[in-house]
């Protein structure tokens, strides 16, 4: 059964009546970090080149999608700077006629060399993920060395121009407490967007647990013991994850993106192309949608899109973390791209 415009250039619309504008792109599932709560510390099978869409894929699969109203783009992954010569994907993807926004998701660690060619080559927007300011938490975290890289990468980023930067902070429990404090403190004297992502059950460990989420209400409380009392902010998008706040100084704002306290999925405009190809409809989604079958067996752009719409339309009103038939999904953070 499909959706009845699934033929033509309508909106791609799911069963709840929410519209998809927004498409995550998974560039790789590679990363030269390995962050406990994604990926697994040692023996990881990556995959190989061979299966891994072409630059070239991707852009057809985002030009087939643009006229049914994908506009917004997120690239990431693994780590998408890992990813040889990434600035000619962002080139080629702001050109598609549609595409409103480009934005990139990075752990930083390769920013201060590809800063310039990436604004150059168009990139709206960049978050780059930091959960510590602290060297050794950092090499705990992430079983690597690199703080000082990825401060570098911020600074560099904001000196050829990016403004807005956004910085991503793990919510877990018994680990960013500390963390709190000084990343607010950073990202309020360097301009930058700091938010707070809960835990999810994605890490390949799967050592995650209900208790293990530090929730979004419990950061207000210890910002505002910090800060004084943060102001909420008017969300202009509807489908925009984090709950932002305004520091009582008027200096800066903050995110909390509360996926397991507070779910959105209601307002949730997005779908997500892992770096095979495969088309998800949900981070928590267990099915998965072949695309790169298609792409590289001539199929028409009308049968892509109507296998989109398929995915569309089986997804679920919401991913039921808390439900007791809670299933994980097979994968990954890093094999779906977060
Ligand atoms: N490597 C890039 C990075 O770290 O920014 C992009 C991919 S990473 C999977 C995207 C985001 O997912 C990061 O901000 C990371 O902190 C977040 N993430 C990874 N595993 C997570 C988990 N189990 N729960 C919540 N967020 C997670
Ligand atoms: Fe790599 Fe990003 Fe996963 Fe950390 S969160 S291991 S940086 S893909």
Request: proline fraction near 4%; charge should be neutral; glycine fraction near 8%.
């Amino acid at each position: 059964m499909t959706l009845g415009n699934s033929e033509g250039l309508g909106p791609i619309v799911d069963r709840f009546g929410r519209v998809h504008t927004a498409m995550r792109i998974s560039v790789t599932d590679r990363c030269n970090i390995r962050c406990f709560y994604c990926m697994p510390n040692e023996s990881v099978r990556f995959l190989p080149n061979k299966e891994i869409l072409s630059f070239e894929e991707i852009v057809s699969v985002v030009e087939m999608l643009s006229p049914l109203g994908v506009k917004k783009l997120r690239i990431t992954g693994g780590e998408p700077l890992v990813r040889s010569q990434l600035y000619k994907l962002i080139r080629n993807l702001v050109a598609i006629p549609g595409i409103e926004d480009v934005a990139l998701t990075t752990n930083g660690i390769l920013l201060k060399d590809q800063a310039q060619s990436l604004y150059e080559a168009g990139l709206h927007r960049l978050n780059v993920s930091l959960d510590t300011l602290d060297e050794s938490l950092f090499e705990r975290i992430t079983r690597r060395t690199g703080l000082a890289r990825v401060l570098q990468g911020i600074e560099q980023a904001q000196n050829v121009g990016f403004s807005k930067i956004r910085l991503n902070a793990i919510a877990m429990a018994e680990l960013t407490e500390t963390e709190i404090v000084p990343l607010a403190d950073f990202a309020r004297k360097n301009n930058l967007e700091l938010r707070f992502i809960e835990f999810m059950p994605l890490d390949a460990e799967e050592s995650w647990q209900p208790g293990k989420v530090l929730t979004g209400a419990a950061i207000k409380g210890i910002i505002e013991d910090a800060f004084g009392l943060l102001e909420p902010v008017e969300s202009t998008e509807p489908s925009q994850p984090a709950r932002n706040f305004r520091y009582a100084d008027g200096m800066g704002q903050i995110g909390l993106i509360n996926s397991v306290s507070e779910p959105f999925c209601s307002s949730c405009n997005r779908l997500r192309l892992t770096a095979e190809g495969k088309l998800r409809n949900c981070l928590f989604s267990t099915t998965e949608w072949d695309l790169r079958d298609l792409l590289r067996s001539g199929a028409s752009v009308e049968a892509i899109r109507h296998r989109v719409r398929e995915c569309v339309e089986a997804k679920k009103q919401s991913h039921g973390i808390d439900g007791h038939d809670f299933q994980r999904p097979a994968k990954a953070m890093y094999q779906i791209g977060g």
